[in-house]
């Protein structure tokens, strides 16, 4: 049994000897309407047992292939299936009808055990079913984290071996509490997780076939052998680049390698190199192995979600009206006020100033700071409805409400006011200021058709 079972579930002789040595191994035979069973040995097995450690690390596995293997009657009962306590002890019944029945080649009417409300009926249906049943197994799997279940259900569970003599209870849990049965003296079996050399001589027992699939003009000259090859060198690689910190139990990494490995070899499969060439391969694959995105799990394509991340950084879906508002608000808190008749009065002659400050040829003593480097200075309301009806190249209509807006762009906290005392949205006592910054408001007058660089006064 321990040489089969390491061929199904390698990495784990440790554990399969300490189950074959703790549970006797049950042959049974059916001769002439008589059920035979040989017991070897004939010691007696331990009427209860934990098997413990961490998420994939073959514990349920591992212990069912002990009980088939082994011939033993038993019963499993998943947990995770089950939604309440009662729910999983109306499971319990009939799993072990079914295992009654398997064993014995009978038939068991399930109207008499259709109720199981508790844990004294569980014991009075397992002491009528287990009758002639030489030993039964119940293994829980994943108890630990049953749902809706009283906290003395596994202590309760634990004791139906005093009750019920032809019963062995194995849990099966992540990580057990200290004393979680009310009692001591029970054998514990630990699987530890699968360490880097383990994960990949797990994960190297697979078909090459599977790995890769070759036109018929290029399989005759890439061999299994090389494939295979190359699967090994590519899971060691992706160990100790993310798997080591990201993803280190076995399921999470088999899922990452199935994810890297059809865009790890289109060089291998477009002819450009071949399986041999790994370093090649490496070198022009190397940005997989840099960038972690690929360990979060998402739904939307990868293009897409960047798109919709960038535009939404840089701008929001505002209405059009509410576009020029913040372009009018930026220019009121970044323009000194004295130049509003420069930038904005459509009737005056001058024309606005170019970018790069003064026109005379003498080079300022003393740099000055630009304005957008500095804090946003505080404005009126009613500058910035000048600035707007200023920049904005037609007429605003009346059915545009301009100061609903304003409210809007303010819970919004695009828009901050100071200095008001009542609760009034749009007091004329307000100031106002902008919180965002140059390359927002850019963007945002671009989707307008509004170059925000033409009216920002200079430094000087």
């Keep these: 049994m321990v040489v089969t079972l390491n061929e199904r579930l390698p990495c784990r002789t440790s554990q399969i000897r300490q189950l074959k040595n703790l549970f006797s191994v049950l042959y049974t035979s059916v001769r002439r309407n008589v059920l035979l069973t040989i017991v070897q040995p004939s010691y007696p097995a ?41 729910h999983m002890l109306e499971q319990t019944v009939t799993a072990c009808i079914y295992a009654v029945e398997a064993t014995t080649h009978t038939k068991i009417d399930r109207a008499l055990y259709s109720r199981c409300e508790n844990i004294s009926a569980l014991v009075v249906h397992l002491q009528q079913l287990l009758q002639n049943v030489p030993h039964m197994t119940l293994v829980f799997d994943g108890v630990d984290k049953q749902r809706e279940s009283p906290p003395t259900l596994l202590p309760a569970l634990s004791r139906m071996t005093e009750f019920v003599p032809k019963l062995s209870v194995i849990f099966i849990v ?9 009692t001591v003296g029970i054998p514990h079996v630990h699987f530890p997780p699968y360490t880097k050399d383990e994960t990949i001589r797990i994960l190297s027992n697979r078909d090459s076939g599977d790995l890769l699939e070759f036109s018929e003009e290029r399989s005759h000259k890439c061999s299994s052998e090389d494939v295979l090859t190359l699967w090994t060198r590519f899971l060691t690689v992706l160990w100790d680049s993310l798997g080591k910190g990201a993803a280190r139990d076995l399921g999470s990494f088999t899922v990452l390698a199935e994810k890297l490995w059809k865009p790890f070899t289109e060089p291998v499969l477009d002819g450009t190199y071949g399986p041999r060439d790994f370093s090649r391969i490496m070198v022009s694959r190397r940005g997989l192995f840099q960038n972690e995105d690929i360990l979060i799990d998402s739904i939307i394509p990868k293009a897409t979600e960047e798109r919709s991340t960038v535009t939404s950084k840089l701008s929001h879906a505002l209405p059009y009206y509410s576009k020029y508002l913040l372009c009018a608000a930026y220019l009121a808190s970044f323009n000194p006020a004295r130049s509003d008749a420069i930038h904005f009065m459509k009737s005056t002659d001058k024309r606005r100033r170019k970018k790069g400050g003064a026109t005379s040829g003498r080079i300022a003593k003393n740099r000055k700071i630009a304005r957008h480097l500095l804090s946003p200075s505080l404005f009126a309301l009613d500058r910035l409805l000048a600035i707007l009806h200023s920049i904005i190249p037609h007429t605003i209509p009346q059915t545009a409400d301009i100061y609903t807006q304003v409210a809007t762009l303010a819970s919004l906290r695009l828009l901050l006011r100071s200095g008001a005392s009542s609760g009034d949205v749009l007091d004329p006592a307000c100031k106002w200021r902008v919180n965002f910054g140059l390359d927002y408001v850019m963007t945002l007058g671009r989707t307008v058709g509004f170059e925000l660089s033409d009216y920002l006064a200079s430094a000087d």
């Design 46 to 86: 331990p009427s209860v047992l934990v098997a413990y450690g961490l998420e994939c690390t073959g514990k349920t596995s591992v212990v069912k292939g002990a009980l088939e293997d082994g011939q033993t009657p038993h019963a499993f009962i998943v947990s995770r299936e089950c939604i309440t306590g009662r």
């Design 174 to 182: 992540s990580v057990p509490k200290p004393r979680f049965l009310h």
